[in-house]
DNA sequence: GCAAGTTTACATTCATGTATGTATGCCTGT
DNA sequence: ACAGGCATACATACATGAATGTAAACTTGC
């Protein structure tokens, strides 16, 4: 029964793309074939060549659903709403990114970049993450950087290290977690290694 | 021209371990194929399937020429000749790792693992960096529990949380600088992450 | 001469992309 | 308001290419 109405072609649109999740996570991006992935979706290769142009395409629409931990961090961290203590703003904005990363959808596309997907594959994908993340590292910086000012942070601390093992840990955890998520309670763990981080960095 | 002597024979093993190594990072591991790894070589497919089962069997046996990160470590800490103190004994097994991850086969190993390849293809691999993963954690901890109960580690950090974000900040450190190994220096950086790490830890 | 080591040839599998078929929704003129 | 026409949203069929594994041939050390 071909030709939906508009809606009905978005709605498959969609359950393509959910399948994709799915099947990627099982088996990984190469060795899933786009008739997996429409027979997830109760459909026929047609359909995936109807709304995508091939596998990579279809992989990059799936990615656009959910929003990067760096890019999320980001936004967070330049929101004019935040406290005004770059620190507190900086360890807000790193709490939430662990509390997205928890949401069904971001979990699953997140373990398929972490760990079901080659990276060389997709150079693109490479350059935005390199972008984002020098992007994400020099805001961080300039936080650091206030923060000394201020004299919130300890002066023993550089700015640009703390920048590179807050990052560091984030995505350790992250990687660590989705290879894993039955191992420990991220929800627990990460609020408590970020709280003790900055704990550890304010002058006391 | 055939049959070589058995040295010789050892030789193409090698070879093609090495040739392996050059094209999965350069092309990722589902996408190379065995001839393209024997041409490399200067070989044929023939000497592959010779050495080695089929591809899983080849990428294992290129696995084993390097130490593994977490075993490194482990066994470093372990190590009866180290220092006693628990803090400074992990501090120096940290840098250890960091040292050896620079050495070209084993950074080109680890960054195919982290970047170039699917774990999912490769289960076996999956539970060996588990076991390791729960092995190491839980040495860490009993060492910063030890540094808790002389009094060297800061009563307000939680041995296991210490655990945690040493562990993210190495796994992450790994991951993000053999992304692009350009953007910094791991040398340089990789150290004073874990010093300064080490010295807000310590009670001060 | 036998077996180790390597090549060549071959059969098979499998995913991809494209081309074609087809039924339906939607729109437009009257 | 409805009939015709066209574009949409798929399914099906096919051609192609690439990678795999295996078997057979060959070549040389021991």
């Keep these: 029964m071909p030709k939906r109405t508009k809606a009905e072609a978005e709605a ?19 060795r899933t074939s786009l008739e997996q992935i429409a027979r ?13 142009k091939n596998k990579s395409d279809l992989f990059h629409a799936m990615l656009e659903r959910v929003k990067m931990p760096l890019r999320q961090l980001l ?7 935040r ?7 900086l ?7 662990v509390e997205r990363l928890q949401r069904p959808r971001s979990r699953r596309v997140h373990t398929i970049l972490f760990h079901r997907c080659e990276v060389a594959s997709d150079v693109d994908v490479l350059n935005l993450h390199e972008k984002l993340a020098n992007e994400c590292y020099d805001t961080m910086v300039e936080r650091f950087e206030q923060a000394r000012e201020r004299g919130t ?10 920048t590179r093992m807050l990052m560091s840990m984030l995505v350790g955890l992250m990687y660590d977690w989705l290879r894993n998520p039955e191992s ?3 929800g627990d763990v990460g609020p408590r290694m970020i709280n003790t981080f900055f704990g550890r960095l304010v002058h006391v």
């Design 91 to 97: 360890r807000r904005a790193t709490l939430h990114v």
């Design 184 to 186: 420990y309670d991220i």
């Design 83 to 89: 406290p005004n203590e770059p620190l507190e703003s």
């Design 40 to 52: 997830q979706a109760g459909m026929t290769r047609g359909a995936v060549y109807w709304h995508f």
């Design 75 to 81: 936004d967070d961290v330049e929101d004019p709403e």
């Design 12 to 30: 498959t649109r969609e359950a393509l793309l959910d399948a994709a999740e799915v099947i990627f996570l099982e088996r990984g991006v190469s």
């Design 153 to 162: 942070l300890t002066e023993s601390v550089e700015p640009e290290i703390a």
